[in-house]
């Protein structure tokens, strides 16, 4: 069955950089497009960035254009945000997700980023 | 950026109720919507997409219908694990916007 697993959060200073990945498993990872959609502590959803299969087209929301970066390594069946200059308002659980292109099919349980000084 | 707004912001309900929940798009996105359930601590879970077509293993009772700038929501007969938050996305252009969120609580 689809895995989702994503890592590497944790708490960090204001204008400091993390770099979030999520591990993928029990489909054709380089088949699919990724998602990242963030949730801050009792808010709502929030889409970040997608990265298409083939890597080439990107999008992200404008908040983060120019900090973060989607990525994708398809021998590791692995996707990653880095995001660097962190702020506050970044605070949020960080879910990664599969898409046919237009629909989050499968979610990973989220990795928390909290960016307090 | 497309604004997704979902009324009521809560409903509460009783087992076997029929309840719906109403996304309204700020401008036309054709059939291009989902709605999600989350239950607290949990990954948001996909259960109908392109406005009306049911998740695989998502039960029969929800259902959702509409096209354009409107669509519905509806769960024909709350069951005592359908009690979370809904939300619907629009899926027509980038950024994808998500709708509040519908918290269905238990009356």
């Known amino acids: 069955q689809v895995q989702l697993v994503e890592s590497g959060g944790g708490v960090v200073q204001p204008g400091m950089s993390l770099r979030l990945s999520c591990a993928a498993s029990?489909?054709?990872?380089?088949?699919?497009?990724m998602h990242w959609v963030r949730q801050a502590p009792g808010k709502g959803l929030e889409w970040v960035a997608v990265i298409r299969y083939e890597r080439n087209n990107k999008y992200y929301r404008d908040s983060v254009k120019g900090r973060f970066t989607i990525s994708r390594d398809n021998s590791k069946n692995t996707l990653y945000l880095q995001m660097n200059s962190l702020r506050a308002e970044d605070t949020a659980v960080y879910y990664c997700?599969?898409?046919?292109?237009?629909?989050?099919?499968?979610w990973g349980q989220g990795t928390l980023v909290t960016v307090s000084s | 950026d497309i604004q997704m707004t979902q009324s009521p912001s809560s409903v509460s309900a009783s087992v076997g109720d029929r309840v719906t929940i109403t996304c309204r798009a700020s401008q036309d996105i054709a059939g291009w919507l989902a709605w999600y359930q989350q239950k607290p601590g949990k990954a948001p879970k996909l259960l109908i997409y392109?406005?009306?077509t049911l998740q695989s293993g998502v039960p029969s009772r929800f259902s959702g219908s509409g096209s354009g700038t409107h669509f519905t929501l509806t769960i024909s007969s709350l069951q005592p694990e359908d009690f979370a938050t809904y939300y619907c996305q629009q899926a027509d252009s980038f950024p994808r916007t998500f709708g509040q969120g519908t918290k269905l609580e238990i009356k």
């Open positions: 029990g489909f054709t990872f380089s088949d699919y497009g």
């Open positions: 392109a406005a009306s």
């Open positions: 997700a599969t898409t046919d292109s237009r629909f989050l099919l499968e």
